[in-house]
């Protein structure tokens, strides 16, 4: 049936660049035998998923939406997708996103952008677009996606789905194409909070694989869904820093709506000061191409996917890795990598990203000490609801001022997920609400996150 779907609507939507009809077909009678057989199958056996194609898949496509992997086969599974394999979940294929994960919107896509299943004028987020409008339009039930400064939460937010970033090191990054790797997070994009946990127990778990896997992943989140939360005197604190100024007025509404039933519910409502976070877009946004650099730099025309010989000259490492580079990369990946070079270099680097690692410690300050008087964080996801194709991509700022609510997170390593609140009065676009729990408590997350919902 979602394969039907992609069939009708994909054409249209280009949520998949790549559709694995006989694979997912494959695993879906597998599953039907062995239960057929009386065999006890794992929960999700049987539950197609859709993957971000900056997740490596054995064999099957994997492009980073950019015409420097066109055409690569990788030679291995991520542990994500071991993961799911064992589980027995077909895999409908990969999705659109921003090249190399780079952008709000999918229009970095050098596939052509994914549009917004609510209204083909918008954008549908970024840089996860393709799994966001794959889940919003059925053409999958679950997806995964990455999260590096919003990735998974702002196209959750725009397209009314659910999207979580899981505590850094909760998820293997194994096979994950890196983008900047103290920042970057798998995790599920589902139409509820339950679907999410459910994937999410899937995919967590140390992987000795991953230097960075944690060794003490919070477990059974489903239950803890399950379980719920009696709202009662909990603590909830609003961001004082991720409102007002730049924020749409129906985004406003529908965020303030949700937290007046929270009241309602009994929880006890404070606004909490996190001062530091006036830096932190202006932090991500060096501490990123910084790493950005370094981890592209193996897109070199020699190991993976495009090689371009110069078209006069000697033909060096050095002349193909240039001529190859600037015909692969699009223009938003080359500016990163020359902005992170730039602040790397001798004599700037500690101007720039010293700079930027001081401001990413008082983040985790300001979140430290709002945890000590909270049990959660709360803010809208993005400030605006989905915008409309070209409208922001001629303004940098404004594209990067997108992810001020979702950045934070990532510079923390903490948990945070979007969950829908409504529409916006002015266009009737779904709206995300943040939810920010302390690193390890994603089962705390899930519980309050349910409770919204
Ligand atoms: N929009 C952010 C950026 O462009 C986030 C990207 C991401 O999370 N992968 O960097």
Wanted: charged residues 20%; proline residues 6%.
């Amino acid at each position: 049936a979602f394969l039907d779907r992609i069939d009708a609507h994909n054409e249209e939507l280009n949520a998949f660049l790549h559709v694995d009809r006989e694979g997912a077909l494959a695993t879906a009678r597998e599953v039907d035998e062995r239960r057929a057989a009386g065999e006890q199958l794992p929960r999700l056996a049987g539950v197609p998923i859709a993957l971000k194609d900056n997740i490596v898949t054995r064999g099957m496509p994997t492009t980073c939406a950019s015409a420097m992997l066109a055409g690569w086969l990788p030679p291995y599974d991520a542990t994500v997708v071991t993961r799911i394999k064992a589980e027995g979940m077909p895999i409908l294929g990969k999705t659109n996103m921003d090249e190399f994960a780079m952008g709000s919107s999918t229009e970095n896509s050098a596939f052509g952008p994914t549009k917004n299943p609510w209204d083909h004028t918008r954008i549908p987020g970024g840089s996860g677009g393709g799994s966001a409008a794959a889940v919003a339009a059925w053409l999958a039930p679950l997806a995964l996606g990455s999260d590096t400064g919003g990735s998974i939460r702002q196209p959750g937010a725009v397209t009314g789905t659910v999207g979580v970033k899981p505590t850094y090191g909760a998820v293997s990054r194994y096979g994950l194409i890196a983008m900047a790797s103290s920042l970057d997070q798998i995790g599920p994009v589902a139409r509820s909070v339950t679907d999410a946990a459910l994937l999410q127990d899937v995919i967590a778990g140390h992987d000795p694989a991953d230097s960075t896997s944690l060794t003490d992943v919070p477990g059974d989140l489903a239950a803890a869904v399950s379980e719920g939360l009696d709202l009662t005197g909990v603590r909830i604190g609003v961001v004082r820093q991720l409102q007002g100024e730049g924020y749409q007025a129906g985004v406003l509404a529908a965020y303030t709506d949700t937290i007046e039933q929270l009241r309602a519910a009994g929880a006890d409502i404070r606004e909490i000061d996190c001062p530091s976070f006036e830096y932190a877009l202006s932090a991500y946004y060096l501490i990123m191409p910084a790493e950005v650099s370094s981890n592209l730099a193996r897109f070199d025309g020699m190991r993976y996917g495009m090689r371009v010989e110069p078209e006069h000259g000697p033909v060096t490492a050095e002349t193909v890795m240039a001529a190859t580079r600037g015909a692969g990369f699009g223009d938003e990946v080359k500016r990163r990598i020359i902005l992170g070079t730039h602040a790397l270099s001798a004599g700037l680097y500690d101007a720039y990203y010293g700079a930027a690692l001081k401001v990413r410690t008082l983040v985790q300050r300001d979140f430290a000490a709002a945890f000590d008087e909270v049990d959660f964080l709360i803010s809208p996801t993005a400030p605006t609801t989905a915008f409309v194709f070209g409208e922001k991509s001629d303004d940098l700022m404004a594209m990067y001022l997108n992810d001020v609510a979702t950045i934070p997170a990532n510079l923390a390593g903490i948990p945070a997920m979007s969950i829908p609140c409504g529409l916006a009065s002015e266009d009737q676009m779904p709206v995300g609400f943040q939810i920010l729990a302390p690193a390890r408590a994603d089962d705390r997350m899930y519980r309050l996150a349910a409770a919204v919902e």
